[in-house]
């Protein structure tokens, strides 16, 4: 069965730094050749996008990771990942990885066809 493990998340203070993995298991690689990205949600907040990454390396950032994050992935190892530096107290949240329906990048919950589990980033000022 396909499904997405992510890894990676912790506790850090403001100005920190983590990275974040997704490892797609049971994905053949067609499968896995769409777009992939990263969302978070807060408590009490809405599920919201972070970043996305089209197969051939294309990336769309939300604007609270601009400048700060960066997603990247390998096709061979189906893994994808997310550098997060200078962390803010608001970066908070479930950081989730998911796989969407088409190989553009949306980065929009409603088009995700599968969802990880999701890993707790929390960052204390």
């Known amino acids: 069965q396909a499904e997405l493990v992510e890894s990676g998340g912790g506790s850090v203070q403001a100005g920190g730094s983590l990275r974040l993995s997704c490892a797609a298991s049971?994905?053949?690689?067609?499968?896995?050749?769409?777009?992939m990205a990263w969302f978070r949600q807060a408590p009490g907040k809405d599920r919201e996008a972070v970043a996305g990454i089209d197969p051939d390396g294309g990336t769309i950032y939300a604007d609270s990771a601009k400048g700060r994050f960066t997603i990247s992935r390998d096709n061979a190892k189906k893994t994808l990942s997310l550098e997060m530096n200078n962390l803010k107290p608001e970066d908070t949240a479930l950081y989730y990885c998911a796989a969407e329906w088409d190989r553009l990048c949306s980065i929009n919950p409603d088009n995700v066809r599968k969802w990880g589990q999701g890993t707790q980033v929390t960052v204390s000022s």
């Open positions: 049971g994905f053949t690689y067609s499968h896995f050749y769409y777009c």
